[in-house]
Structures are given as C-alpha cells and as structure tokens.
C-alpha cells in the first residue's frame, strides 16, 4: 500500500508512534501516548466482587471473580485496540494490556489466587489464517505481570464455529455447548483457572469452556476479558 510522502517522511525521523492512533509518541514503558491512555475505558470491576460481569454468569456457572479492563462501545477507543489487535496483527498491544490489568487484577485477593492462566482458544484452522490467537496475547501480558503460567494447550477447541456476529443467545449457546474439550486434566487438578478472552458479550464461549474445565475435579474458574460489551 502506498502512503502519502509525509507519512514515510514521519515515520523516518518518529518510528516509535502510539500503537493506537499513530500520531503521537508513546509515553515511556508504554506503547500508547498519554492522550490515548487517558481516553481509555476503564470498569475498574475488578475493585467490585458483585459487578456486572460477575452478574452476567449467575444462575449458570459457578464464577469465584470476575473481571473486564475496558467497556467495549461503538465507535470507542476499546473497540478500536481490539480490532487493531485482531485483524492488523498488532499483537503487542493485547500482551500490554494484559500486563497493565494483570497488575490490577493483583490489587484483588481472589484473582491474586490464581494458579495458571487460559486463555479461551481459537480453532486449529482460525489460528493459522490469522497467525495468532488475540487471546493467548492477552493471557500472556497477564501471566507475566501475575507471575504464573499461561497455558495454551490445555483447553482444545474442536468444532469450527462460523462466525457469531449474526446469531441469537440460544443459537449461539447451541451452537458452543460442546465446542470445547480439556487435555492433560491432571495438571488442572484443584487448581484456580483464570479464564480469558478478548471480549465479553453474551458470554456463551466463556460459559462452554467454563464447563468443559469443571469437569475437572476441584477446579475453581475465574474470568477476565479485555473489555465488556454493554
Ligand atoms: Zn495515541
């Protein structure tokens, strides 16, 4: 693709720019600018045991905590990282803001308790055409900043899912219930599982791999997405 001449030209002389709107220079330790930072989202959830992302799951799973970073919203700055994150392969930016919220989510007893981190996987055939699960970005930010495992094998999506974008809550809740499976159930055993995904919208991917983990015996699951859907 070609860009105007004062695009190369800018980025000949700044090529460090905010990996959000890609016109102002990162604040130190950070790859977004100090405006982006501000404008972000922030559910501060993980500060409120009964919150609404908890609320989502009642009468379904049972949930220890539960968590999302941002409110996702049309047209907001939420939406926009994630879909750079996604579909522009900007994969450092789902690592930072898991190791931003991994430092959070530490200010909480119950999620401070985790013992290893999954993050909720994509299709063998999905992963490879997009080069990465945005997921296991995110769960890996976490896991460094929270100081514990991030595993990426365990949880097995078998069944290739069309797109959800155009389906109802009972279509989708069919259409997840026995997608997933767990591998190596031993080394799950009694532990305390932080679930993560990119988003949470009706929460029927999340509630499907729930289930398939608490078949394993003594297991306790927690959540968190980088951002929730109102
Ligand atoms: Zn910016």
Known sequence: MLLPWNTYFIQLFFPDLCHLCERRKPLRGH?????CLARLPY???HLWVDNPFVERFWGRIPLYAGAACYF???GGLARHLIHRLKYEGKKELGIWVGRQYGRQLMENELFAGADCIVPVPLHKKKELRRGFNQSACFAEGLAESMNVPCLTR????????DSQTRKTQIERLRNVEHVF???QKSSLEGRHVLL?????TTG???EACALALLKVPGVRIS???????E
């Open 31 to 35: 790859g977004l600018c100090g405006h």
């Open 43 to 45: 559910t501060h959830y």
């Open 72 to 74: 996702f919203r049309k």
């Open 154 to 161: 365990v949880l097995q999506r078998k069944v290739y899912t």
């Open 181 to 183: 499976a767990v591998r």
């Open 196 to 200: 993560v995904d990119d988003v949470l």
């Open 204 to 206: 029927a991917t999340l």
């Open 223 to 229: 959540m968190a997405t980088m951002a929730i859907a």
